[in-house]
């Protein structure tokens, strides 16, 4: 056998950083940038609904107890994240988030078939139930 595979049997005992030295830099920046909304509801309250204003009909709902829906308030808690992710970076990218996260979502949330389909005061208010389903058989996965 080659001296090259040769390995030795003694444990490294230096400590060994598990993060590369350019993600080490990504993660310090990363601490110092402060939210600027402590939560996703403070961010759709201050920014998301003033930056997407559409008109409500029966092709567009919003319930503003948006945070009864899990897949809303779920979505929403996600997009807020990239945004503030986002926000540090330049205007191109600022432009791509609205592009491929912002626009595609909020059309997609308050899509005709979306979470909010049943939403329709005074004749609904409820969040629709959930879908059945039957549990899979032992072993399937």
Do not use: C
Request: net charge negative.
């Amino acid at each position: 056998m080659s001296a090259a595979y040769e390995f030795d049997d003694d444990p490294v005992t230096e400590t060994v950083s598990t993060v590369a030295p350019e993600l080490e830099d990504e993660t310090e920046a990363a601490a110092e940038r402060p939210l600027y909304f402590p939560n996703a509801e403070q961010w759709v309250q201050n920014w998301l609904l003033p930056h997407y204003r559409r008109k409500l009909s029966s092709g567009r709902r919003w319930d503003p107890e948006w945070w009864r829906y899990e897949e809303v308030g779920t979505i929403l808690e996600a997009l807020w994240e990239s945004w503030e992710q986002m926000r540090w970076e330049d205007a191109m990218t600022a432009v791509a988030w609205y592009r491929d996260y912002f626009w595609p979502v909020m059309d997609r949330l308050t899509a005709e078939d979306g979470p909010f389909w049943d939403y329709d005061p005074p004749r609904s208010t409820d969040v629709p139930p959930l879908w059945e389903a039957t549990p899979a058989p032992n072993g399937w996965f």
